[in-house]
């Protein structure tokens, strides 16, 4: 019997979260089943709401939520899940991920997970650039967290520099790789 490729998304606070909702509406499409957490800032740009919308479940908003089944949903999809991947992962998102905080749901799955966890950076090009960043970074990344991105685009800022999410379809396709989806 085949397993159901489950992932999961940690959604950062930052301009780029828009890119998001994009990648879990075509997730879904490929037939992977969908969680979210999100950080509390997250909400800021992009709602929960759409989220639901667009996976059918629950957002994971705090680590004391309980779903209607009775089931904590931040164990239950840190330990369903075949991949995580964060985005986008702010200068703060990071620092948190590499000193292991656990102060929103995003940063405190990422301690409980043991599926692949990919990070997507995303931020202008002075904090990408900045020692403690870069040492965050290197400290991930020693750990085995995988690194999409960022890449030189237009930023928020605007101008061009590194420091701009990759774009969804590249998360798309790595994450259909992780989980065994073929194209």
């Not at 999100?38 to 929960?48: I, K, L």
């Not at 904590?72 to 985005?87: G, W, Y």
């Not at 102060?103 to 403690?132: E, I, K, Q």
């Not at 928020?156 to 790789?177: D, N, T």
Request: aromatic share 4%; charged share 15%.
């Amino acid at each position: 019997m085949a397993v159901t490729p489950r992932v999961l998304l940690g959604v950062g606070a930052g301009i780029a979260a828009y890119k998001v909702a994009w990648l879990a509406s075509r997730l879904v499409q490929r037939g992977v089943v969908v969680r979210v957490a999100m950080t509390p800032r997250a909400t800021e740009f992009v709602g929960a709401l759409t989220f639901e919308g667009l996976v059918g479940s629950k957002v994971i908003r705090t680590s004391t939520q309980v779903d209607p089944d009775g089931t904590a949903p931040h164990i239950e999809a840190a330990r369903q899940s075949q991949a995580f991947l964060i985005a986008p992962a702010t200068a703060d998102l990071l620092a948190r991920l590499a000193h292991g905080a656990a102060d929103d749901p995003v940063s405190l799955l990422a301690l409980t997970c043991r599926c692949p966890l990919v990070v997507c950076p995303a931020m202008n090009d002075a904090m990408w650039t900045a020692a403690p960043v870069q040492a965050n970074v290197a400290a991930l990344r020693a750990r085995g967290v995988e690194f999409l991105g960022p890449v030189r685009g237009h930023l928020a800022e605007g101008y061009e520099a590194i420091g701009r999410l990759v774009e969804p379809e590249v998360m798309l396709e790595r994450l259909l790789q992780l989980v065994g989806v073929g194209p």
